[in-house]
């Protein structure tokens, strides 16, 4: 079975990342590595293997990133059997399936996300995710809410 990882690292704002210099630190042609915020402490690693241990695989490409990122806190997973999405309309398309997945309805789900969240400081998450880093502001939200169900 194929498997399709998406993981996200955090490092200190002194560390900085250069995900050029990342990719080329990890083995493996099939790593893809791009920023997730503006200031360039969180960045994403996508990859794709075979297999049918999935936390085997998933402990490979987490070590291959803190060799070549050491320091480099994991902060958030994604696994799938189907590709990820890439780009920024994908990744927004995305988050909207995934907050009418949470709120159950798509009516509820456009509602949220085109008000003010008081967990977001008052912004509107629609606002918010047109770039990387609102993004994962409202990635980590739904994921909170989905914790609570």
Known sequence: MKHHFSLTFKVTERQAVDVKKVAQRIAGSDFHVETADLAGTEFSVHFAREGDHA???LNYAR?????AMPGAELVSVDMSEEPPMTGAV????????????????????????NKPQSRLNGQVPKVLMVDAQGRTLVS??????EAKD
């Open 90 to 113: 994908d990744d927004i398309t995305k988050l909207v399936i995934r907050a009418c997945q949470v709120l159950g309805e798509p009516e509820l789900a456009h509602a949220w996300l």
């Open 55 to 57: 936390a085997d695989l």
């Open 140 to 145: 980590r939200m739904l994921t909170a809410m």
């Open 63 to 67: 070590e291959q990133v803190l060799n």
